[in-house]
């Protein structure tokens, strides 16, 4: 037990918050790989062709043309935040809606985007319908939502924002949070975090970061992330005193 006692202390008397700041003192890229994968694809926009593009990037791309042509890019953000959302979690009535008119037998994909629109409106634009619409003209309906993924995570590297879990025992206090979305943003070249914060008494103390989710707005899984919780702390030394 006397490794783990001393574990305790030790981490009692550093503080999770200078563990952190040794944490951030490996150098760091100049941005992160959303915000490098977005300057790689406005380069293929400006340089003639020079990149290859994928078929969701396009329809993304003439999704952000059309919005900003009608002076609807606000309006058509929500829209397809919106749709993003309620395809993953609809009510049980939409849901049994939808459903039924999208496998009604002989169905078009025209039939089935009108339907769409119709179902899962009033959406705040003449721009995202209409977009629905035309998806369906070229037999792409069905890449709807992959392609409202990809929107969204344009945005969140356009505008240099990269969510952020942190997971604690206790909630944080703001100054708390404030560090952590300070050194984070730092760490990961971005000008700003959208912190999540998740409370896990069985931390015990100190906190755990998790970050670069596939989707921006649906975090489930990091893809990175850093424990400076008191539980791990006590397990990495029940383990060396074994």
Known sequence: MAPIRSAAVCLAAVGAWNLLSQAFVAPRPSMSPRTGHVAMRAASNTAGGGFARGPLVVYMDALIDAANNAGESVAVTKDVMRYKRLREKMTADMQFELATALNQPGTSELEQASATVEI?????????????????????????????????????????????????????????????????????????????????????????????????????????????????????AAISGR
């Open 120 to 236: 899962m409106g009033p959406w705040e634009s003449t721009v995202f319908p209409k977009f629905v619409t035309f998806l369906a003209k070229k037999r792409r309906f069905k890449s709807l939502r992959a392609i409202c993924e990809e929107y969204v995570s344009f945005l969140y590297a356009r505008e240099s924002i990269e969510p952020v879990t942190v997971f604690s025992a206790a909630k944080l206090t703001d100054e708390q949070v404030d560090k952590i979305k300070a050194k984070m943003a730092d760490k990961l070249g971005v000008r700003d975090i959208k912190l999540i914060q998740q409370v896990d008494p069985s931390l015990l103390s100190g906190f755990k970061i998790e970050w670069r989710y596939t989707d921006p707005e649906n975090p489930l899984i990091g893809a990175e992330s850093i424990d400076l919780s008191l539980q791990s702390a006590l397990e990495q």
